[in-house]
């Protein structure tokens, strides 16, 4: 009878080694093409998000012109309307001293009014274009919110990513993958 048992135990455990680095390298291949999956969609999710904010503030700009414009007007229509009592006070004091004012008092007073009247129209029309401009922005705003949210899932599940490589927890793999879904759910809402 031998003593040593008759299976060459070495080359097993060579062969069983060598079973468990190919599952082991097999595994950290796929922890290596999720996490770079993540990185390229936060890599998207990063410019859609700079992309928003840029455009939105674009838009906060241009509302912020139209209110400037529309602002401009009122004080147009408030000059309008100060001439307008100008001219009436000059028609009272010639009324006032019984003489007829000129007709060119009640004319300018008439003309003021209808200006005053456009120029009211124009300012409201400035306001409004201001008003959907500032609505746009703010749409803008609330989708660069989740892509930014996006990107900061991303970032996470990249790091819990490259922890789990490190220590070949398969727990932590999981929770990377859970917080890239999450990522990939903000961003589809964006």
């Keep these: 009878m031998p003593e040593g048992p008759e299976i060459d135990t ?30 390229a969609l936060a890599a998207i999710a990063a410019l859609r998000a700079g992309a928003t904010v840029n455009e939105a503030l674009v838009l906060k700009t241009e509302a912020a012109r139209l209110q400037a414009e529309a602002s401009n007007q009122w004080a147009y229509y408030q000059a309008k309307g100060i001439k307008a009592a100008v001219q009436e006070a000059s028609r009272a004091a010639w009324l006032a001293v019984g003489k007829t004012p000129p007709g060119a008092h009640e004319e300018t007073t008439k003309r003021y009014a209808a200006e005053q009247a456009e120029i009211q129209k124009e300012a409201q029309a400035k306001e409004r274009e201001r008003d959907v401009k500032s609505a746009d922005a703010d749409h803008l705003m609330h989708r ?41 759910a903000f961003f589809a809402m964006a």
């Design 10 to 39: 070495d080359k097993l455990h060579e062969a069983i080694r060598e079973q468990a680095e190919r599952e082991g390298s097999r595994w950290l291949r796929i922890i290596a093409l999720t996490t770079a999956l993540l990185a």
């Design 144 to 184: 660069h919110h989740l892509f930014a949210t996006s990107v900061a899932f991303f970032q996470v599940a990249i790091a819990l990513g490259a922890v789990a490589a490190l220590t070949r927890t398969r727990l932590v793999w999981f929770a990377s993958l859970v917080l890239g879904l999450a990522g990939a």
